[in-house]
């Protein structure tokens, strides 16, 4: 199961730069996940890779061999697409088989694989269909079985969640998690859902306009997130950025802003002291504020409560601090009531700092 | 009640203007032919005056072998000329069907013979024709090649030739709009399962196409049948029969032979056999609703 390197890939369209140099290494058996707003080059980066579109400078490498000059069937991959792109005048085993079909393979060999994917992803019942007759679901897993049939070391992934209702997606994302530590394949999996994302990876890869904006495990991601752009995008609710200004009193390292006067400590103290610019952005997780009435005011924001948004045993709460909205995910137990103004303890160990002008993690 | 009743019949009234015009417009024409189809008819009677042969003419026809000959000249005319468009067509839609520079305009000029009326057309291969000055045999004289006896010997050829290059744009247009509509992810997955240009166009292209196209080769066939000005203007059905295609010979069984009843009892029988054709692309097209219906309502048993 081969290992993908992209070398400084470019694309363009027209005179259109769509992907400025994108550098990526995709190890064996590994479940990588490029995330990212819709239009960041997603898609053109997995189907640059499948050979669907040419690459306008940089080189593909599997295995240390260029391929971007070849045909996509000579890639050894297969592809399920965002819109699941059956056959829609061949039936559910024809369109399992079509691949093996095409390479002449005995007769025997394609009904045992048709077989075998068919059980796989439970769709035994309806090899004698049309796709025109099968729900969403079932379409989804037609287009799973035809690129499980194919036996290739490369699965690419399109959006391939994104056509099903919600409650279909998790019960997919959930199957496809299985399946992926079931075949050993290196599969790269293309998906505007963070949650997704979180889910599947072994490794993201968050873009945004063309770049490569960071890389790592998920808990890397959302552990330590390099800039803003990846703080905010990764995690939901997302994290809350507040402006402020850095300030040393006493030898203590204070981020003092609209509404709130929070001494640093730890880790990220260090940090800010260091940084040479003193105009910052604050970021911290609706999940790293707690409710404690005797929080020590140094360590906590005070918050108008707004909004509380119900979702089962969390509730989120919509909240202002000065003019800036937070967000806090608080226990349904706990006691609001809205329009009060409630202390919040911040979690020093999730605390961000960003770069005002750069937007990059100090 | 009565505002029910009322409320049922409304669309009906607002139809029905629509309709009797349709009637009237339709059926009258089509009533008088078939009524005068039954009869001994002279141009110079009233349809009243004639005598009513009862299925004389129809008999008659069935037995003539002047009549065979022009129904054998309309069927192999509109066998070869639609094949010929359809290969053509489909093909060249299927060589077009890319993005390069100067398509769109290459596109435009393919489908400029449609747009040129038949008459224009037939005076223009009349003279492309022509033994001695048209183009074709000047041409052959270039190159050293002897000449062709093109609206002579070879009359029905060229007929079908004219036709070929005013009617393949059209076949063009529709199966270049039905590729172009084709799902592009289907054939960028079969790409990807390993397809080679040729086998995307026999194991994805054509199928999903199929429908259009057999739609198309049907009116095309249907429009065969009735050629006329093109081959009036060419050889006037000559020589001899043949190039006398039906819509020809009923043009003069009514005018030259003067034989009103005769030339009802023609068009009849073109009718006859036009309607059959509609009729079965009609059914292909129930058949095919029918089918789609079956499976929706397959899949929504299950949900
Ligand atoms: N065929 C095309 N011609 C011009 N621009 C394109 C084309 N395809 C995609 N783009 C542009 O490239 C960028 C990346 O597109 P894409 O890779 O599809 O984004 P996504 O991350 O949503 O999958 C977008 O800004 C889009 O507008
Ligand atoms: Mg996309």
Redesign the interface.
Known sequence: MPTIRLDNLVKRYGNVEVLHGIELEMAENEFTVLVGPSGCGKSTTLRMI???EDVSDGEIYVDDRPVSHL???ERD???V?????????MNVAQNIS??LR??RRPKSEINAKVKEVAEMVGLTDFLG??P????GGQRQRVAMA?ALA?DSGIFLFDEPLSNLDAKLRGQMRAELALMSQRVQKNMIYVTHDQIEAMTLADRIVVMHGGYIQQQGTPEELFKRPVNKFVAGFMGMPPMNFLDGTLEERAGDIWVAGDGFDLKLSGNIATKAKAHSSREVTLGIRPSDLNYADDADPSQALTLDVQVSEYVGAQSVLLCKCGSAQVMVEVNSETPVALGQTLTFAVNQRGVHLFDRATEIAL | MRTAMANRLTPYMFMAPAAIIMAIALMYPLGYMVWGSFRDWNPSQTIGEAEFVGLKNYIFLWNDPNFHESLGVTLRFAFFVVTIEMVIGVGLALLLDREIRGISLLRTMFILPMMIAPVVVGLMWRYMYHPTVGTFNRFLDSIGLPRVDWLGDHALTSVIIADIWQWTPFIFILSLAALQSL?R??L????????TAW?QII??KL??MMPVLIVTALLRLIDAFKVLEVILVMTEGGPGLSTEILALRISRTATEFRELGVAAAMSNYLLILLLLLTVGMFAFNRWQEAR?AR??A??EE??
Do not use: W
């Not at chain 1, 025109?132 to 729900?135: D, E, I, K, N, V």
């Open positions: 499948a050979g669907l045909e996509p069937k991959l297969a592809m697409f965002q819109d699941y792109a059956l056959y829609p005048h079509f691949a095409l390479a269909r049309k025109g007759a099968l729900s035809r194919k | 799902p992810s289907a960028e997955a079969a790409r990807i399962d390993g397809a086998q194991h994805i199928p999903l789609a499976l929706n397959l899949v299950e949900s």
